[in-house]
């Protein structure tokens, strides 16, 4: 059997540096909120797969509704032969999705294929071409989302020249002292000295920042995007790549807004450790675009889409929405409680919705040395934020409390000068 060294040795000689490794483990086997590595060392995990795995490594209903399908066939192409799976689980998001009006959805297999899809839906609903996006915003790594993606180091830094035509505004945050009203000013100054409105297709925003920094969306900046929309005709998306299905204690992280969005960007926990992403939006803006204009091979593969909809079932069944609201209060209770000590490193600004919850450190020197300690003391955690001066948490909505604890407990170790 191979040791971590020597399988991370391989990768080194195999893989290019440009995608990074968080650990250098490799995983052998995984359940629910645990993973051990090929050395047989456990770990608990509050990385989740960055947001995939909302219902846990391997859940059971998961598991079988994948070994049905493949029992009876594993690919056809939806666009050759179609099959029941992908209507049944569009059907399903339609009725789920923060729209009120008929809904129509559209798979693909990345967070980043439904973005990039959703901006060619709403440059064809609206017939014009211009985007507008937020700083700190992560929406992929295709070169069009690596335009909208506010960030330059590492997501932007040798790639060129990117799509043109996308205007940024300034995300509010406190700490880096920017407001609702900062935002708003912004956005007005764009669309008087930059942007015509009659050139503008749609606004993406996630309304909770994921690699940015898990910072949230006011409702106030929510409510006033959806007037500016409103008022000039451009299309409303919500990124909800990493917030959606339960993460945040309710299906999407907008709903706490009372906002409807256009359009919904959608991946990561749908699939439940499967690969599957879609498009949801109102069902005028969604058939604008003729035959053969849309599509993927493997969007919305069968495997993909039995393990959704089983996913669906799971969050429905075991009430995950709710149990990620009490996920979200037990961290943050000794996330503030650390804030409060002069033992541990700084913790301030602890900040997060549901079971979605981040604080931040002096800086990333700082969130590096945490993470390695943690790591040594068992578990998996994750950065965020601009300056990377931010722990982000997300652990399965299946994860149990004596775990969160334990979790809790080697990072408080951690924290510790």
């Not at 995608?19 to 645990?34: D, M, P």
């Not at 070994?67 to 799976?85: C, D, I, N, R, W």
Request: glycine share 10%; proline share 4%.
């Amino acid at each position: 059997m191979s040791t971590n060294a020597e399988l991370y040795a391989r990768r080194v000689a195999a893989i290019p540096k440009g995608v990074v490794n968080g650990l250098q483990v490799f995983a052998a086997r995984a359940e629910n909120a645990e993973i051990w590595d090929i050395e047989g060392r456990r770990y608990i995990d509050f990385a989740a797969g960055i947001a995939v795995c909302n219902t846990g490594h391997r859940h059971p209903k998961v598991v079988a509704a994948v070994e049905a399908q493949l029992k009876t066939f594993s690919h056809t192409a939806f666009q050759v032969m179609p099959y029941e799976g992908y209507i049944t689980l569009a059907e399903r998001l339609n009725a789920l999705a923060p729209i009120s009006s008929s809904a129509k959805t559209i798979f693909f297999n990345t967070g980043a294929e439904a973005v990039e899809n959703a901006v060619k839906i709403a440059r064809a609903a609206t017939g014009r071409t211009g985007i507008i996006a937020f700083s700190g915003a992560f929406h992929g790594r295709t070169l069009m989302t690596t335009a909208l993606t506010g960030k330059v180091a590492p997501y932007k830094k040798l790639f060129g020249t990117l799509p043109g035509e996308i205007w940024r505004v300034p995300f509010p945050v406190e700490s880096y002292g920017v407001s609702v009203e900062d935002s708003l000013k912004m956005l007005d100054s764009i669309l008087r000295t930059d942007a015509d409105p009659d050139q503008v297709a749609a606004i993406i925003i996630e309304p909770v920042q994921g690699e940015g920094g898990f910072h949230i969306a006011p409702a106030a900046l929510l409510q006033a995007l959806r007037k500016v929309c409103d008022t000039h005709g451009i299309l409303l998306i919500a990124d909800e790549v990493q917030t959606g299905f339960g993460r945040t204690g309710k299906m999407f992280a907008i709903q706490h807004s009372g906002v409807e969005p256009d359009l919904v960007t959608m991946a990561k926990a749908l699939g439940g450790g499967f690969p599957i992403s879609g498009v949801v939006g109102r069902a005028e803006i969604m058939d604008v675009i003729d035959g053969g204009g849309l599509g993927s091979t493997f969007g919305g593969a069968p495997l993909s889409c039995a393990a959704a909809l089983a996913v669906l079932d799971v969050i429905e069944d075991e009430n995950l929405v709710a149990r990620a609201q009490a996920i979200g209060e037990r961290m943050r209770y000794r996330f503030v409680q650390w804030s409060q000590r002069n033992d541990l490193l700084p913790v301030t600004n602890v900040r997060g919705l549901g079971a979605m919850n981040a604080f931040s450190l002096p800086d990333a020197d700082a969130v590096k040395a945490v993470i390695g300690k943690a790591f040594a003391g068992g578990l998996i955690q994750i950065s965020c934020g601009v300056f990377g001066e931010a722990l982000r948490f997300l652990p399965a909505l299946t994860i149990s409390d004596t775990l969160i604890d334990e979790g809790l407990d080697i990072l408080e170790g951690a924290l510790a000068k």
